[in-house]
């Protein structure tokens, strides 16, 4: 696991945007895994600015985002698919049918979450997939205790991660108690992985990354088995972990 340090947020988002812009412009048909969250909107931001100003096009791109919550529909606010079209995909020239996130609202969830995986592997699989990560180490929403094997998959969410979350909601009991997420099976075997972290408020998780062993009851140390795995953390992020091989 390579670790970068960023400045500030800024400068996190900036690395990454570089790479994921390299990527795509090297490879014209490329398939992108993408997050949620506060932590990659700097990411997007740039994505999109580049796009503008650069012109780098998005139309050989397919994506697949980890996660979305169960019984939201696109168009619902606090959906991920509404989050990805505010912040990315409305602002480039990604073609529609190049884009997939889980349906939360479909009949049937075990029937969908097949249908994802096998969308997954008829795209050739993931080459680059962005992360952020939860405080209690969830990628995705693969909560702790989440089985390495496991594939696209319905979860509870734990509430520490609905509290996490429902700063976006008007209230606690508006948060959906479970969601749909690409599992850790599914994740570590992408190409190229670059986790995302900013802030103070997760620089014990990312302490815990860097120096703890690999544990199911912190699934994020899952990655550490992974060759192609690059964290790009700020200052803030990385303040607590203790002397970093830093690039
Ligand atoms: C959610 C998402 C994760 C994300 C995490 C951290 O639970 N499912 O994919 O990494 O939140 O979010 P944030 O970036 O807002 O800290």
């Known amino acids: 696991m390579k ?3 960023a400045m500030n947020y800024e400068e996190m988002s900036q690395l990454a945007a570089d ?3 390299d990527r795509v412009r090297s490879h014209p048909h490329f398939t992108l895994g993408l997050a949620t ?25 397919v994506t697949f985002n980890l996660d979305e919550y ?5 168009n ?6 509404y989050y990805m079209n505010q912040h990315l995909f409305d602002h480039i020239d990604i073609e529609e049918k190049n884009i997939h996130l889980p349906d939360g609202t479909a009949e049937n969830l075990v029937k969908e979450c097949i249908f994802y995986e096998k969308q997954i592997r008829q795209a050739g699989g993931i080459r680059l997939q ?16 989440t089985s390495p094997d496991s594939r696209t998959h319905v979860v509870r969410l734990t509430e520490s991660t609905r509290k996490a979350n429902s700063h976006y909601f008007k209230s606690m009991e508006e948060v959906p108690a479970c969601a749909i997420t690409m ?6 075997e992408s190409e190229e992985i670059i986790l995302l972290a900013s802030g103070e408020h997760k620089s014990s998780t990312i302490d815990k990354l860097i120096h703890g062993d690999v544990h199911h009851q912190f699934p994020a140390s899952l990655l ?24």
């Open 3 to 5: 670790i970068i340090k």
């Open 19 to 21: 790479r994921v812009i």
């Open 37 to 61: 969250g506060a932590t990659p909107l700097g990411l997007y931001n740039k994505l999109v600015g580049d796009h503008q100003k650069n012109g780098t096009s998005y139309q050989g791109v």
């Open 70 to 74: 169960i019984g939201l529909p696109p």
């Open 76 to 81: 619902h606010p606090n959906s991920y698919h």
């Open 130 to 145: 962005i992360l952020g990560i939860g405080q209690n180490g969830h990628i995705g929403f693969n909560e702790p205790g």
């Open 183 to 188: 599992g850790l099976a599914t994740i570590i």
């Open 224 to 247: 550490k088995t992974h060759p192609n795995v690059t964290v790009i953390a700020d200052q803030a992020a990385l303040k607590m972990a203790r002397a970093p091989r830093v690039y």
